[in-house]
């Protein structure tokens, strides 16, 4: 399981950014997929989560409203697109497999991250 996630940079505050998550060496279809970050000194907090039945999604309450995942099955591809982001937002970005229960949580397999930094 290979998992490549790419598309970060430094954003104003109020801007957007779109990150994607490329899967090779198997179909991203048959998974949760879930993007997740880390900013530095805080723990890692899964922000959004795409589940393979019915693609139905969740997100952190961080999150809701901001920011939206989806999937392209036919390019392998899981994307978060990130709207008004905030200085807050700062982080670094994993997509991985993920669960849901009172969180979103990885179920075990990580791609390289890509940072985010929301600054003026």
């Known amino acids: 399981v290979q998992l490549q996630a790419s598309g970060g940079g430094l954003v104003q505050p109020g801007g957007s950014l779109r990150l994607s998550c490329a899967a090779s060496?198997?179909?991203?279809?048959?998974?949760?997929i879930g993007w997740f970050r880390q900013a530095p000194g805080k723990e890692r907090e899964g922000v959004a989560c795409?589940?393979?039945?019915?693609?139905?999604?969740h997100y952190a309450d961080s999150t809701k409203g901001r920011f939206t995942i989806s999937r392209d099955n036919g390019k392998n591809t899981v994307y978060l697109q990130m709207n008004s982001l905030k200085p807050e937002d700062t982080a670094f970005y994993y997509c991985?497999?993920?669960?849901?229960?009172?969180?979103?949580?990885?179920?075990?397999?990580w791609g390289k991250g890509t940072q985010v930094t929301v600054s003026s």
């Open positions: 060496r198997f179909a991203l279809d048959y998974y949760a």
């Open positions: 991985g497999t993920c669960g849901v229960g009172d969180s979103i949580y990885s179920t075990g397999y």
């Open positions: 795409i589940l393979s039945s019915r693609s139905s999604t």
